[in-house]
């Protein structure tokens, strides 16, 4: 499938990604840019957002631990 310059780019659609990942590979493809980067820097950003994430769940878990602690008395 493919889309054209014109189509309205809604977030969220295979097409607004399609643009997201255009503005990549660009990169890539003027021959300037080591390819390698492109995917330790996608494998970077997984990392940081998993982690993110799991701080983000720790907390929850904490939050509820102190929060039946608390209603127990």
């Not at 189509?7 to 390698?36: C, P, W």
């Amino acid at each position: 499938m493919t889309c054209n310059n014109n189509d309205i780019l809604e977030y969220g659609t295979r097409h607004f990604y399609k643009r997201m990942f255009s503005d990549f590979l660009v990169d890539i493809g003027d021959g300037q840019h080591n390819a390698d980067n492109l995917m330790l820097g996608l494998l970077d950003a997984a990392h940081e957002w998993f982690e993110y994430h799991e701080t983000a769940a720790n907390r929850y878990k904490r939050f509820i631990a102190k929060a039946q602690e608390i209603t127990r008395d």
